[in-house]
């Protein structure tokens, strides 16, 4: 039997959970934070305001790193402290916004809490606006697609050399043994078809289903040509402002946005609902990590870099060019000497400067469109950078060996 679901604001709000978390944040000498929140959930609004802006405050008193757990769970009870008064009043959207930053910035301790009160508030906002349950269709609006199908038209926008090196192998309903013994032990990538059997490739097309699963929440997103340029931003908008931005073909002028990179499906749990994880990721037996997510327009870049993961990476909607070169010639494409930066390339591809970079002019390489329903394996280390050709919406599904540590 499932335990029912308990409610997330609750009264009195400090059950034993908040309580312990409370003496934790005592005991590193988060004291005018426990007053506050306890104040807050005695009913007093301005206390839990007080309180969220104190645990902000924390997160961002240095790096990422250093900041400790308790105060991102801190964070995640603030969070719902003000999400039980904007839900009180009746503002649902300014519920979800506060929820959704609990998510995205808190820790783990108070998530199924955060999750259902999300649960609950989208069940009866979806209710004001006369929505039906999450499968209910309308006539939908589908996601504008400005392809670039033609081969020269696609080669115009892509770095020199496109298309003329080593092109990916590509295998149709590839089976398991076939990927262990021929990609994976080998290390080489490889674009497999006719394995995507999912909601998403149809779901993921229809505006008003992905509006009425996810418009009203939070996400990050990136502003800008690509992450090493110096006018790139990050953004929170709603998944609503999103759709806009993409199917009104707004580039700003320092570049367009893209949601990249992100957790979305431990967010949002109606869009995980629509995804299979490949049974290729099994192999090796190792740690899946948490999925990603890549939607943007047409002319997303992410650079030139490596990550330590396996990876799938599945074309749910749309198309991309991705170009690959093994690890084994990582120095002839200079990579930064930051260690933040250490697994990106200097090497600006759409843009490359023959004098700076000489040993990167002539390197071999291998390239791809991946196709609306294909996935392209990665090995670990390999250096990618993508291109975006139509509005896209990719996964990323990158998962450890069984034999490297968990943390790599
Ligand atoms: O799709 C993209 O823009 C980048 C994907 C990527 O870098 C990855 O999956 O590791």
């Known amino acids: ?196 059997n999912w909601p998403a490739r149809t779901k993921w097309k229809d505006l008003d289903y992905l509006k009425r699963v996810a418009g009203d929440r939070t996400v990050p997103v990136e502003v800008g040509k690509n992450y090493l340029c110096s006018e790139w931003k990050q953004e929170l908008i709603t998944f609503s402002q999103l759709l806009e931005r993409i199917q009104s073909g707004d580039s700003t002028s320092v570049g367009p946005t893209y949601l990249a990179q992100h957790p979305l499906f431990d967010q949002i749990s109606d869009l995980r609902k629509d995804i299979l994880v490949p049974d290729y990721c099994y192999a090796g037996g190792g740690e899946l990590r948490p999925l990603n997510a890549w939607f943007g327009p047409a002319g997303t870049v992410t650079p030139l870099h490596h990550d330590p993961h396996h990876n799938i990476l599945a074309q749910v909607v749309g198309r991309k060019y991705v170009r690959l070169y ?16 250490s697994n990106s390339s200097q090497v600006e591809l759409d843009d490359l400067d023959e004098k700076q970079f000489p040993k990167a002019v002539d390197l071999d390489f291998m390239d791809c469109v991946l196709e609306e329903g294909e996935m392209l394996y990665i090995p670990p280390k390999w250096w990618h950078y993508v291109r975006s050709l139509s509005t896209s919406f990719s996964v990323s599904f990158w998962w450890s060996d069984g034999s490297s540590s968990p943390a790599s």
């Open 1 to 196: 039997m499932t335990a029912p679901d308990r409610d997330p604001f609750e009264t009195p709000t400090l059950n034993n959970e908040r309580s312990n978390l409370l003496q934790k944040i005592s005991d590193v000498g988060g004291y005018a934070y426990v007053n506050v929140a306890v104040q807050a959930a005695s009913g007093d609004f301005r206390s839990a305001e007080a309180a969220r802006e104190m645990a902000w405050e924390q997160l961002h008193s240095g790096p990422w790193h250093s900041v400790l757990p308790v105060w991102r769970d801190a964070y995640s009870m603030a969070c719902l402290l003000v999400a039980a008064f904007h839900y009180g009043a009746g503002d649902f959207k300014e519920a979800l916004k506060v929820l959704d930053m609990g998510l995205i910035m808190g820790g783990l301790l108070l998530r199924s809490d955060l999750d259902s009160a999300i649960r609950k508030i989208s069940t009866k906002s979806n209710a004001a606006k006369g929505l039906d349950a999450v499968d209910g269709r309308r006539n939908g609006e589908v996601i504008s697609n400005c392809q670039r199908s033609n081969e020269a038209e696609v080669l115009q926008v892509l770095p020199i050399r496109s298309l003329s090196c080593k092109i990916v192998e590509k295998r149709s309903s590839l089976s398991l043994e076939e990927f262990l013994c021929d990609y994976f032990l080998a290390g080489s990538p490889v674009v497999i078809s006719n394995c995507m």
């Open 326 to 341: 093994p690890a084994s010639i990582s120095e002839d494409l200079y990579p930064y000497d930051e260690s933040m930066l």
